[in-house]
């Protein structure tokens, strides 16, 4: 499906989303942000798509922020309105049953950051750099920034960088965690597809249940203990499980159909 703001293609069933503003540096304006819903909705939908790699246009910026001219002017209300729509957004990345990892090729600020931090993992090129400037503007992350980041480097370091708008380079953010792989830019994609063929060759509902129990440690609305429980169960119903654990046995590779 054609987007306004992004370009998508799907191989060997990976996902690509590219956000497409590049004399903007991929700034998130609202047109970006509907369209990565309506993408969502194609990778919740689409049976071929198994996993998605998440990343922006040109050499220099992820996401670069939120689109600071639509800002200007707004009211409180507007404001609301405006993060809660990104935030239902990047809950949705962040809930995706099919592994959603963010290629990191250069700025990530602001929601950008938000938005790399909503995925699954991510990896970054050599020259990313990361940071929640909104400080600079008198204004605080919106798309669930302040919740992410403290989630993935820890208080202190989160506390400094969002009260300081402070940026941290790749080598900073490969060893806060923030990132898994530090990679050459040109090596990006090729490194997220590696990575993402290795986890589409697994039990879907298996990987699927991973994403929701993992997620369910920052979700205070339930017992992460039970959720694992709830989907180890669920696993013994699926014929995924049986093939597993019946190909390890005869010692043969498993072939799974996502059933
Ligand atoms: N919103 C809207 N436009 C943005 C943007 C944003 N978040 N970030 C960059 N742009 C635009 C610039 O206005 C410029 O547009 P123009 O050519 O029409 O003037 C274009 O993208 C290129 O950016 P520029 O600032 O010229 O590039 P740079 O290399 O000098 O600086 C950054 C790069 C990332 C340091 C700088 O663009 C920046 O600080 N951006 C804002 C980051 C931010 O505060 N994000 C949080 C938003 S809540």
Redesign the pocket.
Known sequence: MPYATLTTALDQGIFTITINRP???N?LNQQVMSDLNAAMDEVYSNPAIQSVILTGSGP??FV??????E?SGASVEEGKAIAKKGQDIFFRIENCPKPVVACVNG?A????CELAMSCHFRIAAEHAKFGQ??V??G?IPGYGGTQRLVQLIGKGRAMELLMSAGMIDAATALQYGLVNYVVPAEELLAKATAVLTVINSKAPLAVAGCIKSANAVFDESKNGFDVELHEFAACFGTTDMVEGTTAFLEKRKAIFTGK
Do not use: V, W, Y
Request: avoid cysteine.
């Open positions: 004399d903007k540096l700034a220099k910026a670069a922020g939120a689109d600071i001219s800002f700025f600020l602001g929601g950008g400037p909104e600079n503007l204004l």
